[in-house]
C-alpha cells in the first residue's frame, strides 16, 4: 500500500515537471519567433507604402499626361505660404483625385472656396487611405510633395516639382525624372488636413532624412474644426537667418495671421518653415521618383545626393545611391 502511494507521488511529481518543461520550451519559442513575426508584420506595412507612393506616383503621370503639366504644388494669391488654417491654399493632392479613383471626393469639393472654408470641411476631413502609412501610429497623413532642396518657405522660386503656382511640364524636369523626387514619405503630415497646400503636404531636403527638429508652434494660433491641438514644424537652426528675412512677410502676408500680436519671432518662423522628410520606417524612407519608381533611400545617403534629387533642374549627376 505504501508502495503504491509513493509510485503515484513519484508519477505527479514527473508529470507535473514535464508540464513546466513544455511550458518553458514554447515561451522560448514564441521569444524566438516574435521578432521573426514583427520583421514579417513590418515588411508588410513597408510594401503597402510603396504601392501608396506608387499609386501616388502613377496618378501624376496621369494628371501630366492629361494637363501637360504637374498639379501645383498649392494654389494661392500671392506667397510665401504660411502654415496656418487661412488662405485659398489648395494642394496638389486635391487636383489628382480622379487619377485616385476619389471621383466623388473631388466632385464633392468646392473649388470656389479655400480649403480651411467650412463648406469644404467634408472633404477636410475625409480618411484618404493612400495618403497613409500603415507602419504610422501618430495618424494625420504621411506622403509630401517635394518643393525645394533647401530649406525654403513655399513660394513661386522654388527648386523642386511642388511649390506655389507651379506648373511644371517635361521640359522643366532638366535632371530627367528618374533623378528628380516628386513624392516622400513624412511622420508629421498632414496636421491641416491633406488638402491643404502647405507643409502638411508639402516638404523638402533642408535636414537629411529623419533629421528634423521640431518645434512647436503654440494652440494661440486657431486651427480649423475645432482642432486646438499644438502642430510640430520643421525647425533647423541652421536656416533662422535665412528666415529673418521673411519673418516680417508673416505680418504682411494678404492672408493675414490670427492673434498675430500673441505670436513670438520664433513663432512667425514656424509659420514659414517647411520641413524635411521622415518616416516610421528603419534607418530611411521611401520617395516615388518621377518615372513612377519606388525607392527606399537611407538616412546615411550622402546629403548633397539628397539635394540633387530633391532639385528638378541643378544639373549635377546624382551617381549612386
Same mark, same amino acid.
Given at each position: 500500500m505504501i508502495s503504491l502511494q509513493v509510485k503515484k507521488s513519484h508519477s505527479a511529481g514527473f508529470v507535473l515537471m514535464e508540464l513546466w518543461c513544455v511550458i518553458a520550451v514554447i515561451a522560448v519559442l514564441i521569444a524566438l519567433l516574435l521578432p521573426a513575426v514583427q520583421s514579417a508584420r513590418e515588411a508588410a506595412r513597408a510594401t503597402t507604402c510603396k504601392n501608396n507612393l506608387m499609386q501616388l506616383g502613377i496618378a501624376l503621370q496621369n494628371?501630366?499626361?492629361?494637363? #501637360?503639366? #504637374?498639379?501645383?504644388?498649392?494654389?494661392?494669391?500671392?506667397?510665401? @505660404?504660411?502654415?496656418?488654417?487661412?488662405?485659398?491654399?489648395?494642394?496638389?493632392?486635391?487636383?489628382?483625385?480622379?487619377?485616385?479613383?476619389?471621383?466623388?471626393?473631388?466632385?464633392?469639393?468646392?473649388?470656389?472656396?479655400?480649403?480651411?472654408?467650412?463648406?469644404?470641411?467634408? @472633404?477636410?476631413?475625409?480618411?484618404?487611405?493612400?495618403?497613409?502609412?500603415?507602419?504610422?501610429?501618430?495618424?494625420?497623413?504621411?506622403?509630401?510633395?517635394?518643393?525645394?532642396?533647401?530649406?525654403?518657405?513655399?513660394d513661386s522660386d522654388n527648386q523642386g516639382v511642388f511649390f506655389l503656382n507651379s506648373s511644371i511640364r517635361e521640359k522643366d524636369l532638366k535632371d530627367g525624372r528618374a533623378y528628380t523626387i516628386f513624392v516622400g514619405e513624412t511622420a508629421d503630415g498632414g496636421f491641416l488636413s491633406w488638402t491643404s497646400g502647405t507643409s502638411s503636404t508639402l516638404r523638402n531636403m533642408g535636414t537629411k532624412i529623419n533629421q528634423s527638429l521640431a518645434s512647436r @508652434?503654440?494652440?494661440?494660433?486657431?486651427?480649423?474644426?475645432?482642432?486646438?491641438?499644438?502642430?510640430?514644424?520643421?525647425?533647423?537652426?541652421?536656416?533662422?537667418?535665412?528666415?529673418?528675412?521673411?519673418?516680417?512677410?508673416?505680418?504682411?502676408?494678404?492672408?493675414?495671421?490670427?492673434?498675430?500680436?500673441?505670436?513670438?519671432?520664433?513663432?512667425?518662423?514656424?509659420?514659414?518653415?517647411?520641413?524635411?522628410?521622415?518616416?516610421?520606417?528603419?534607418?530611411?524612407?521611401?520617395?516615388?521618383?518621377?518615372?513612377?519608381?519606388?525607392?527606399? @533611400?537611407?538616412q546615411k545617403t550622402d546629403y548633397e545626393i539628397l539635394k540633387r534629387l530633391a532639385n528638378r533642374q541643378d544639373g549635377n549627376l546624382v551617381g549612386e545611391y
Open positions: 494628371y501630366q499626361m492629361a494637363h #501637360l503639366m #504637374l498639379p501645383s504644388g498649392t494654389v494661392n494669391s500671392q506667397g510665401p @505660404i504660411l502654415n496656418q488654417p487661412q488662405g485659398y491654399h489648395v494642394g496638389w493632392v486635391i487636383q489628382i483625385l480622379p487619377l485616385l479613383e476619389e471621383r466623388v471626393a473631388f466632385q464633392r469639393y468646392d473649388f470656389a472656396k479655400g480649403v480651411y472654408d467650412p463648406v469644404n470641411s467634408e @472633404i477636410a476631413n475625409y480618411r484618404l487611405t493612400c495618403f497613409v502609412c500603415p507602419s504610422s501610429y501618430l495618424g494625420g497623413y504621411n506622403y509630401a510633395g517635394c518643393q525645394n532642396d533647401v530649406e525654403a518657405p513655399i @508652434i503654440s494652440s494661440r494660433v486657431a486651427f480649423p474644426y475645432g482642432d486646438s491641438r499644438e502642430y510640430q514644424f520643421q525647425n533647423d537652426p541652421m536656416s533662422d537667418s535665412y528666415f529673418d528675412e521673411y519673418e516680417e512677410m508673416v505680418d504682411d502676408n494678404p492672408d493675414g495671421i490670427r492673434e498675430s500680436e500673441e505670436l513670438t519671432a520664433e513663432d512667425r518662423k514656424s509659420l514659414l518653415r517647411v520641413g524635411g522628410f521622415s518616416s516610421f520606417h528603419a534607418e530611411g524612407a521611401h520617395f516615388s521618383l518621377g518615372d513612377a519608381s519606388v525607392r527606399y @533611400i537611407s
